[in-house]
Structures are given as C-alpha cells and as structure tokens.
C-alpha cells in the first residue's frame, strides 16, 4: 500500500579523495570510509533520521523536520573535517536535501524531492551541502546557519530547474579532540572510542556493561557514554530512573533525567548509577577542551544542543501527546502536531483540549522570557522542531501516554 507523506530527504555521499586514492590501496582506502560510517550514523539517529536507502558509497535518510536534516547534515560535514584533520584522512562528504511531499512503498521512498536531494548530492562538491531553496528557508524561522543563494540548477531526472542554496558551515575548533575516553566502572577500566561508545545497565549483553542483573531498580538500559559533534556526552536511556552526575565541583549530584543528555566539559566526571540494591560509580576521564572555544562554537553554528527550556514531567507529558508523532519510528512517524483535542484523548482523563491550551501556552511563555519565541500559525510546529533537534523531547517520553498514538491518515 503506498502513502503520501511531507518530509525533509537527505542524500549523502562519503568518498575518499582522488589523491588520497591513488597513494592508498582500495582496501585500505575504504577501511577508512567505513570508519566513519557508525558515527555518522549515530548523529543521523540523534537528530531523528531514518535510514531508508544504503547504495554503495551513498545514503539517504528521511527526516519529519528540515531544521533536524539541516543541523544534521552541518554536524556530519563538521564530523568527518574533524576527523580528518586529527586522524590524517582525506575524506569528502557532499549532501543533497529537499523537502515535499514523497510516496512510501513499503520501506522505500519516490517523488521529485527523493529525485531533488540525489541530484543536489552529485552535484555537491567535497565538504558542501546543496538543498533545495523553500520559502522561509525550510527550516523554520530560527534556522541558525547563513544560505547562500545558487539560483536555478538543473537536474538530472527532473523537467524544471531547481531554485538551489548552499548551506554554509564553519570547522569546529581545532582542539576538540577524538581519541578514546577512559572509563572506570565498579573499578573495570575501558577504553571508548568514538565510533563505539559504551552502553551500562542491569541487562549482561554483548552490547551492554552489566550493572548488576539481579538489581530491578536499575534499568535495563541505563544509559550510554558516546562522542557526538566532537564533545563526549552522558546520555540517559532509561525510561523511568534518573542518572546523577558528580561533577567534582563540590555542589550536590546533578540529576540527569529520562532522556536526557549532559556535555563532558570537565577533564573528569562521575556517574552515578542508584539500584535497590548498590549504587555503581562510573568514573569517565575524556581530554581536555577549550570551553571557550566550544561555547564560541555552540553559540555561532547551533549544532550543540542546548538545554535552553527547562521542561517539568508535566511538560514533557503534554508535549509528547502533542507532538508524538514526530516521536513515532516509521512508518508512524509524522511531521504535524496533534490538535489540542486529540493530544487530550491520549493522554486520558482529567486532561481536555483546554487544559492541554493551557499547558503549552505555559511552555511557549518560560520560553519567550529566555528569548525563545514561538508565534504565529506555525508556533506549534517550530515548538516541535526546536524540542525535537535540541534533544528536548524523545521517543522515549512516549511512555508517557495512556493511550498508542493512531498513525496519521495519508493526506
């Protein structure tokens, strides 16, 4: 059965140079491709983004917001310029995106958009990002990153030109660093590379450091340790329990929520993990960063995350009926608010489309004294773009629901 969706489609191609071609074997030469893969993977996971295509050197990802692909797509070419100035490879990343409707098959996607983003991608060169202009930009009204006008390209499989821009990235600084973090862990040290990460919990995998398996107050998957635009993060994949971070500082535990994700900006930090039964210490020692430098970089390109609206259970409650189904894995997944009534009929009594107003009209006013403001026809769906690419809401809030969200009909 097919459908009718609008989404945002990023097409990427990861090549290795034509120097760096001739001086390395094939074999070697696409090791270090294939290096790169698992993390540029993660980011497309962190910012949403489902993979739907994979064609040899090439590809494409569907995402329900164009601000997500955006920050994205700047955040992979930031990721492999870094990798390649601190690991010596010479490695090109060119990325073609267009937004509109497109028709789903299955688990495949067609239309002019899918068409648009492969020929903006070929014609992309090493380290750019060509998308397909849009009024307002296609990214919402706060889109951080400067787009330069390229006027009419024509491409390949398509009768009309496409009216192109470029979107422009800076390098993150040059002393963000990508080598192994050390990890101790009930006194078992590690070793975590970027493109591996580390994942803790009460479940023994292959996959997950057992906590301890016979400790229900610990979940399964408890949390994770991985490198993402350049910094280390603690990430908190539990559905129910809080992390607390000791950050050496002398100030009580910070509380890592569900969901949440907090920046290792400190040659040291502590996890602690609290059981019914122990509390597991994880020590993780990542080098040192220039703080300056990497808030100089959060504020400029805005592919950090920023934790700039504090958000209460209640919030994220109401937010994720609101929006679930920007939260919502494919084929679920849609990129349009719920109405205040629908939203209402999830989350169950004593919950009505007024008291749902209400709520979000709260978050849209903490969010106008920080400077965030989010009006006019659109304001719901920007609030979803902003809470979505900031990490801000997450499929796991979900839970949160007294009811499964019913997939939006095709329009």
């Keep these: 059965m097919a459908f009718t969706e609008n989404v945002t489609i990023l097409v990427l191609d990861l090549k290795g140079s034509t120097s760096a071609a001739s001086a390395l074997s094939p074999e070697v030469a696409d090791d270090q491709r294939m290096a790169h893969v698992p993390s540029l993977r993660t980011l497309i996971q962190s910012f949403g983004g489902v993979e739907v295509r994979n064609s040899g050197d090439e590809l494409m990802v569907v995402f329900t917001t164009a601000s997500a692909a955006f920050s994205c797509a700047v955040s992979m070419e930031q990721l492999v310029a870094l990798v390649n100035s601190q690991a010596g ?45 849009l009024p307002g930009d296609g990214a919402g009204r ?3 990153y400067r787009l330069r006008p390229l006027g009419p390209v024509q491409l390949m499989g398509l009768l009309h030109p496409t009216a192109a821009v470029e979107i422009v990235w800076e390098p993150l600084p040059e002393n963000q660093t990508v080598w192994s973090a050390s990890v101790k862990l009930d006194g078992d040290e590690f070793h975590v590379t970027p493109s591996g990460g580390l994942v803790f919990g009460r479940a023994n995998t292959p996959d997950v450091i057992g906590l301890d398996d016979n400790d229900m107050g610990i979940s399964a998957v408890a949390g994770s340790i991985e490198w993402q635009w350049g910094v280390w993060w603690v990430v908190n994949h539990s559905r129910k329990r809080a992390l607390l971070l000791d950050l050496g500082n002398g100030d009580a535990a910070h509380r890592l929520d569900c969901g949440q994700r907090f920046a290792i900006t400190t040659p040291r930090i502590t996890v602690l993990v609290v059981g019914a039964i122990f509390t597991h210490r994880i020590d993780i020692g990542v080098p040192e960063v220039d703080l300056a430098r990497m808030e100089q970089g959060r504020s400029s390109s805005g592919t950090l995350p920023v934790d700039d609206l504090r958000l209460t259970e209640r919030d994220k409650g109401v937010l994720a009926a609101l929006f679930s189904g920007y939260l ?29 107003r209400k709520q979000v009209e709260r978050v849209k ?32 809030d979900l839970g949160r629901l007294s009811r499964t969200p019913t997939p939006t009909p095709a329009q």
């Design 89 to 133: 490879h010479r490695l090109h990343l060119r990325v073609g995106l267009s937004r509109g409707e497109i028709t789903r098959e299955g688990d495949d996607f067609f239309g002019e958009p899918v068409v648009e983003a492969a020929g903006l991608c070929d014609r992309a060169q090493a380290g750019q990002i060509l998308a397909a202009e």
């Design 142 to 144: 706060r889109n951080p």
């Design 328 to 356: 919502e894995a494919f084929p679920r997944r849609s990129g349009r608010p719920l109405t205040y009534r629908q939203a209402a009929e999830l989350l169950g009594p004593p919950w009505s489309p007024l008291t749902v």
């Design 365 to 396: 006013e903490r969010a106008r004294r920080g400077g965030l403001y989010f009006e006019g026809p659109h304001a719901n769906q920007d609030l979803a773009d902003h809470l979505v690419t900031n990490s801000l809401l997450v499929p796991s």
